[in-house]
């Protein structure tokens, strides 16, 4: 089992920026793919940004591209999501999600969740 709690979350004006964290307990975290998902009112919870348990590889939604950055730090057991230039339409309860491999979390298909965090972009 892994349990994933995200923070970080908060109210931000367009063009701000936000880190969000993830941390990890339970197993072997640096055995696991990480990702970040998203979820706004009344929209499917969609697919923001992945990276491989190495670290080494990254893979975002077309939405966020140049704009958030995915990385970890497997000796703190946590992922982080720098997201700048932050718009409206960014405004979602954003989820962590781990997975045996990054073709899992690209597929959508995480094995766990965290409980999210809100972010909410004024405009």
């Known amino acids: 089992q892994v349990q994933l709690v995200e923070s970080g979350g908060g109210l931000v004006q367009a063009g701000g920026s936000l880190r969000l964290s993830c941390a990890a307990s339970g197993r072997s975290f640096d055995t696991y793919a990480m990702a970040w998902f998203r979820q706004a009112p009344g929209k499917e919870r969609e697919f923001v940004a992945a990276?491989?348990?190495?670290?080494?590889?990254?893979t975002y939604a077309d939405s966020v591209k140049g704009r958030f950055t995915v990385s970890s730090d497997n000796a703190k057991n946590t992922v982080y999501l720098q997201m700048n230039s932050l718009k409206y339409e960014d405004t979602a309860v954003y989820y962590c999600?781990?997975?045996?491999?990054?073709?899992?979390?690209?597929?959508?298909?995480?094995?766990?969740w965290g409980q999210g965090t809100q972010v909410t972009v004024s405009s």
């Open positions: 999600a781990a997975a045996a491999s990054l073709v899992l979390l690209i597929r959508r298909r995480p094995e766990y």
């Open positions: 990276i491989g348990s190495s670290g080494r590889s990254t």
